[in-house]
T-cell receptor, first 112, second 116 residues
Framework: GENVEQHPSTLSVQEGDSAVIKCTYS??????FPWYKQELGKRPQLIID???NVGEKKDQRIAVTLNKTAKHFSLHITETQPEDSAVYFCAPRGESNYQLIWGAGTKLIIKP | NAGVTQTPKFQVLKTGQSMTLQCAQDMNHNSMYWYRQDPGMGLRLIYYSASEGTTDKGEVPNGYNVSRLNKREFSLRLESAAPSQTSVYFC???????????????FGPGTRLTVL
């Protein structure tokens, strides 16, 4: 089955700096690549996603880039703010249209 | 518009007891999902229902059963709870699968289950 790895597991950045989280997957057939954010004690929420026919997608301070050849995609957050503190999960599509395979998560800490 | 709701919020069971976790969505979504989240890990799919009347196994189905009662409701049953099933359980729904628009999964608030 699909193997998904996220790096780093914890990332601490100064407020206002940028953060990058990388997700590596094994299934070359994956064609859908979302990122979810989960604040402490809350439910996961989709923040951005990309499909395999697109290399990059931006939404204000958040962007996702995809390298299908190398089988990895990355979350970029610019001008980080305290409310960006959370755990971020990548979850590429698995064997079917209904299966997402979740990474172990990256805890992002924004230092004031 | 409540989105996805789950009951109960918290539950403590003894080994061998049974219980049903309830989930309902009011977004008229076709697809529903049950996940478990263990500390320091991502979510793992237990079962999903692509549409009303169908259910399929996910990554970790052993020890669980599901029922898609109607389009709105999708329940998860633990027949004989074990300590390994201590986890946070999330229900989610989406308009459809990942192949087109309407693929975003919306999550409920979760049920924190402890099995002693």
């Amino acid at each position: 089955g699909e193997n998904v790895e996220q790096h780093p597991s914890t990332l601490s950045v100064q407020e206002g700096d940028s953060a990058v989280i990388k997700c590596t997957y094994s299934d070359s057939a994956s064609n859908y690549f979302p990122w979810y954010k989960q604040e402490l004690g809350k439910r996961p929420q989709l923040i951005i996603d990309i499909r395999s026919n697109v290399g990059e997608k931006k939404d204000q301070r958040i962007a996702v880039t995809l390298n299908k050849t190398a089988k990895h995609f990355s979350l970029h957050i610019t001008e980080t703010q305290p409310e960006d503190s959370a755990v971020y999960f990548c979850a590429p599509r698995g064997e079917s249209n209904y299966q997402l395979i979740w990474g172990a998560g990256t805890k992002l800490i924004i230092k004031p | 518009n409540a989105g996805v709701t789950q009951t109960p919020k918290f539950q403590v069971l003894k080994t061998g007891q049974s219980m049903t976790l309830q989930c309902a969505q009011d977004m008229n979504h076709n697809s529903m999902y049950w996940y478990r989240q263990d500390p320091g890990m991502g979510l793992r799919l237990i079962y999903y229902s692509a549409s009303e009347g169908t259910t399929d196994k996910g990554e970790v189905p052993n020890g669980y059963n599901v029922s898609r009662l109607n389009k709105r409701e999708f329940s998860l049953r633990l027949e004989s709870a074990a300590p390994s099933q201590t986890s946070v359980y999330f229900c989610a729904s989406s308009e459809r699968g990942t192949s087109g628009s309407g693929h975003t999964q919306y999550f409920g608030p979760g049920t924190r289950l402890t099995v002693l």
